[in-house]
Each structure stands twice: as structure tokens, then as C-alpha cells.
């Protein structure tokens, strides 16, 4: 069964701190890595798709990475807008070939 | 591109009673996905549709829940006897067919069960 698991649970930072994100994950042949962002009382907005390790996409202050475990969220220089939960997903080879299965999610707070 | 539509946005109820919901997709998408997410947690899948044909159920998907995309289009997700657990955020998602096209979600629908 694929699993996710994201670290910290919850992350705050000041205005201008760069900081990154952690996503691992276990799956039986990856089909690919999505990141989300979610905002209170929204559904998750897309972000980024990454499908083979070594593999990097960038969207202003975001860049996200993969290896063969996990997928690390580069946030650089903050701002407060950047506040919200970022949610990691994985889409593997075995049973539904379109799920999505997520992680908890990391909350992100940033203090001007 | 309008995006995905759910309704109502939010839904109280009292246990016991059925709640039907509403997703419209992007019009061009044809699969559409049904995840529920309860608080501090990630989406749990719950069914997808390829056009009209329902492909793969999860096993949360209990026989009180009932999904149905008439034509190809919008979908409904019914819940039967509504119990306390079932109170979560019902989200619905869809895209386009073909490997890892990015599934695009709605805004949910927020279930509370009384």
C-alpha cells in the first residue's frame, strides 16, 4: 500500500526565512509526485508534478525536488501570503492507476 | 475554464437522514474523483470515473455511499443513514485522461452530522 509521510507537522517562520519542506514516501513503482497548497476552507490548488528522481520544477518562491524516497518544498524568502497547508501526494503503478495518496500535510505560517 | 463546482458548500443534517452532493468538472475533463477529508488530515480517495463508467472503489466507500456520473458529466455522491463519522469535507476533483495529468479540486463540501 502506498504511504506518505510529510515533516514538520507544522512549520513558522519569519518573513524572509527560507525553509524547506520534507515529503517520503514508500509506493510500488511511482507514477508520479504532486504538491498542493490548501487554504483553510478551500480544495487543494495543483502545484507542481514530478515523475523521476533528480527532477526539479520552480514557481516563484517554490521549488520542489525528488529522489527515489521523498520530495523536499523549497520555499524561498517567504511572505505571509505563502501561509497555508502544503500537501504532498504520491500516484503509484498498483490498483487505481489515477488515486492520489496523500500526507497529512505541513502547516505553514509566515510572520511578517 | 471555470473550474470544478461542488454544492452545496456546506451540509448539516441530522445522523440518520441521506445527504446528496454535487460535483460539475472542468468541462473538457473526463475522469472525475471523489476524496473526503476530515480535520488534519490529507484527501482520502474514495471512487473515480473514466467518462460514465465508475473504475475502482475504495474500501472506506461503505454500501451506504452511492456515486453516479450520468453521461459523463456532472457526478453525485449519496450517503445513506447518515452516522457521525461521516462528518468531513467531501472533495471532488478532475482532470484530463493520460499519465500524471494533475487532478484540479473543487472547493468541497462541508458535511455536519447532528
Known amino acids: 500500500e502506498d504511504q506518505v509521510t510529510q515533516s514538520p507537522e507544522a512549520l513558522r517562520l519569519q518573513e524572509g526565512e527560507s525553509s524547506s519542506l520534507n515529503c517520503s514516501y514508500t509506493v510500488s513503482g511511482l507514477r508520479g509526485l504532486f504538491w498542493y497548497r490548501q487554504d483553510p476552507g478551500k480544495g487543494p490548488e495543483f502545484l507542481f508534478t514530478?515523475?523521476?528522481a533528480g527532477e526539479e520544477k520552480e514557481k516563484e518562491r517554490l521549488k520542489a525536488t525528488l529522489t527515489k524516497k521523498e520530495s523536499f518544498l523549497h520555499i524561498t524568502a517567504p511572505k505571509p501570503e505563502d501561509s497555508a497547508t502544503y500537501l504532498c501526494a504520491v500516484q503509484g503503478l498498483t490498483g487505481a492507476n489515477s488515486k492520489l495518496t496523500f500526507g497529512k500535510g505541513i502547516t505553514l505560517s509566515v510572520r511578517p | 475554464d471555470t473550474g470544478v463546482s461542488q454544492n452545496p458548500r456546506h451540509k448539516i443534517t441530522k445522523r440518520g437522514q441521506n445527504v446528496t452532493f454535487r460535483c460539475d468538472p472542468i468541462?473538457?475533463?473526463?475522469?472525475l474523483y471523489w476524496y473526503r477529508q476530515t480535520l488534519g488530515q490529507g484527501p482520502e480517495f474514495l471512487t473515480y470515473f473514466q467518462n460514465e463508467a465508475q473504475l475502482e472503489k475504495s474500501r472506506l466507500l461503505s454500501d451506504r455511499f452511492s456515486a453516479e456520473r450520468p453521461k459523463g458529466s456532472f457526478s453525485t455522491l449519496e450517503i445513506q443513514r447518515t452516522e457521525q463519522g461521516d462528518s468531513a469535507m467531501y472533495l471532488c476533483?478532475?482532470?484530463?485522461?493520460?499519465?500524471?495529468?494533475?487532478?484540479?479540486f473543487g472547493d468541497g463540501t462541508r458535511l455536519s452530522i447532528l
Open positions: 514530478l515523475y523521476s
Open positions: 468541462s473538457e475533463h473526463n475522469r
Open positions: 476533483a478532475s482532470s484530463l485522461s493520460g499519465i500524471n495529468q494533475p487532478q484540479h
